[in-house]
C-alpha cells in the first residue's frame, strides 16, 4: 500500500513564498516612493534600505525553479515570475525615470551622506547576524511546527508595519525636525528581522 506523504505548512497556511513576497515588494516600495519624490521633498534614503535590497536578489533567486508548476505551490496562488516582475521591474522603471528626467537628484538621493555612513557596520551585523540565525533556526526540530512558522509569519508583518513607519517617517516628520529624527535602532531591528526570515525561508 502506497503511503500519502505527510502535508507541508507554511507560514498563516498561506502558499510557500508568500510572506517573502509581501516583505519584497515592500522594501520595493519604500525604495521605489523615496527615490521618486520630488526634488522640493528633502529626504535622505535610508542606509537600511542598501542591506533590504540585497534580500531581494536572494528573494528572486530563491524563488526561481522552486516547487511545482501549480498554483497552489506559488505566493498568494499567483504565478512566482510576477513578484520578481514588480521587485526588478519596479526599480528599473524608477531608477530609468529618474535617471532620464533628474539625473542629479538621482545621484543625490542614493549617495549616502558621511552621517549616514557611520550606520553602516552596524546595519552590516544586523544583516549577516538576522540571516545567518535565520538560517541555523532552519535546522531545528521545531522548523515544521504551526506555532514556529506563525510566529516568524508575525514577525515578519510587525516588519512590514515598521516599513510603513519608516516610510511616514522619512517622508512627514524627519525633514521637519532640526536635529533630525533617530531611527537607527528601528532600522537596525527591522534589517536583522528580515533577514532573519529570509535566512529561515529561503
Known amino acids: 500500500m502506497q503511503i500519502e506523504p505527510a502535508e507541508v505548512r507554511h507560514p498563516l497556511n498561506l502558499p510557500p513564498g508568500s510572506i517573502r513576497a509581501i516583505l519584497a515588494v515592500m ?13 522640493d521633498r528633502v529626504v535622505e534614503l535610508p542606509l537600511f534600505l542598501y542591506p533590504l535590497l540585497s534580500l531581494l536578489l536572494v528573494f528572486t533567486v530563491t524563488h526561481s525553479g522552486r516547487g511545482d508548476a501549480t498554483t497552489d505551490t506559488q505566493p498568494f496562488g499567483m504565478p512566482r515570475w510576477i513578484f520578481r516582475l514588480i521587485v526588478l521591474g519596479g526599480i528599473a522603471i524608477a531608477v530609468s525615470y529618474q535617471f532620464i528626467n533628474h539625473r542629479d537628484l538621482l545621484i543625490q538621493r542614493l549617495t549616502p551622506t558621511t552621517t549616514q555612513l557611520s550606520e553602516w557596520p552596524v546595519l552590516l551585523g544586523a544583516l549577516f547576524g538576522g540571516f545567518i540565525i535565520g538560517r541555523l533556526l532552519r535546522y531545528g526540530p521545531w522548523k515544521s511546527t504551526a506555532m514556529y512558522q506563525d510566529m516568524l509569519a508575525w514577525l515578519a508583518l510587525l516588519c512590514m508595519i515598521g516599513l510603513a513607519v519608516e516610510t511616514l517617517a522619512v517622508i512627514f516628520i524627519r525633514p521637519t525636525i532640526p536635529e533630525g529624527l533617530n531611527l537607527r535602532h528601528l532600522e537596525s531591528f527591522l534589517t536583522a528581522a528580515v533577514a532573519l526570515y529570509f535566512g529561515a525561508r529561503s
Request: aromatic residues 8%; glycine residues 8%.
Open 27 to 39: 522594501i520595493t516600495g519604500l525604495f521605489i516612493v523615496l527615490l521618486v519624490l520630488p526634488a
